[in-house]
T-cell receptor
Framework: GESVGLHLPTLSVQEGDNSIINCAYSNSASDYFIWYKQESGKGPQFIIDIRSNMDKRQGQRVTVLLNKTVKHLSLQIAATQPGDSAVYFCAEKPPWSQGNLIFGKGTKLSVKP | ETGVTQTPRHLVMGMTNKKSLKCEQHLGHNAMYWYKQSAKKPLELMFVYSLEERVENNSVPSRFSPECPNSSHLFLHLHTLQPEDSALYLC?????????????FGPGTRLTVT
């Protein structure tokens, strides 16, 4: 069945280091991908998105890389800060979907001061 | 804040109770969603309303009944729930037909069924 999964359920990094969160998606025809951050007690918040016609997209301190050959998505966070501690979800949009997203399980990022 | 509010934030109910969850979006979006978030599981899409019409019902038990009276409000009516229904229920909204498919989430309602 369809699934979007994450390679690492937990990730612990030192403050100031770069973080890389990985995601494997299952549908090679998915045309849109998005990363969300969910802090404790809050709903998911948008971080960055990317369309399938791109390989890389940068935001403020974050970069998303898309490798369609191996159906892999990653989120890179530069100079990780304690405020980045949260659970990070990736999601994909299959081409037949008008807007519905398929979410992965999430990776918990812990930043050590 | 994302512009999507949910009430109540916490709810404890017995298996014979009837309760409703409320969601309101202030973003002018035309699609709204209900998700269930359980521990160690991906977000599960329950219902989708687009232009106030239900377009998706992912095999959700009938003890969950959605209602979308207008494009800004979404309800989830709960009746005779089971303990396994305890979870965080998230509402989201989006603007269908835009170039981005970003969904804006509310803070969720933490539901405990006793």
């Amino acid at each position: 069945g369809e699934s979007v999964g994450l390679h690492l359920p937990t990730l612990s990094v030192q403050e100031g280091d770069n973080s890389i969160i990985n995601c494997a998606y299952s549908n090679s025809a998915s045309d849109y991908f998005i990363w969300y951050k969910q802090e404790s007690g809050k709903g998911p918040q948008f971080i960055i998105d990317i369309r399938s016609n791109m390989d890389k997209r940068q935001g403020q301190r974050v970069t998303v890389l898309l490798n369609k050959t191996v159906k892999h998505l990653s989120l890179q966070i530069a100079a990780t800060q304690p405020g980045d501690s949260a659970v990070y979800f990736c999601a994909e949009k299959p081409p037949w979907s008008q807007g519905n997203l398929i979410f992965g399980k999430g990776t918990k990022l812990s930043v050590k001061p | 804040e994302t512009g999507v509010t949910q009430t109540p934030r916490h709810l404890v109910m017995g298996m014979t109770n009837k309760k409703s969850l409320k969601c309101e979006q202030h973003l002018g979006h035309n699609a709204m969603y209900w998700y269930k978030q359980s521990a160690k599981k991906p977000l599960e899409l329950m219902f989708v309303y687009s232009l106030e019409e239900r377009v998706e019902n992912n095999s959700v038990p009938s003890r969950f009944s959605p209602e979308c009276p207008n494009s800004s409000h979404l309800f989830l009516h709960l009746h005779t729930l089971q303990p396994e229904d305890s979870a965080l229920y998230l509402c989201a909204s989006s603007q269908v037909a835009r170039s981005s498919y970003e969904q804006y989430f509310g803070p969720g309602t933490r539901l405990t069924v006793t």
